[in-house]
């Protein structure tokens, strides 16, 4: 009903089933939620570095949440260094 192929998914589609044991809720493993807002899957679904997300909205945010992280990351490593 739900497992319909997007056009663009390759064969590791499913696979990240496997790789977390302990999201296993009442739902079952097999049906994640939004990696970002963390509601469960609509019609839409789309899917980015292993991580899935309800709306482009929530995979932008994500991304540049994403971006922001590295970004301070590599702040922190520039004090580190400054201080010698
Ligand atoms: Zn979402």
Redesign the pocket.
């Known amino acids: 009903m739900n497992d319909y192929n997007h056009p663009r998914s390759g064969p590791e589609a499913d696979n990240h089933a496997a790789t977390a044991p302990r999201e296993a809720g009442p739902v079952g493993p097999r049906r994640k939620r939004?990696a970002?807002?963390?509601?469960p899957f609509g019609l839409v679904r789309r899917r980015r570095a292993g991580m899935q997300?309800?709306?482009n909205?929530?995979l932008t945010e994500q991304a540049q949440g994403a971006h922001r992280a590295v970004r301070e990351k590599a702040r922190w490593f520039e004090f580190l260094n400054a201080r010698g």
């Open positions: 939004c970002q807002c963390g509601k997300f309800c709306s909205a929530c």
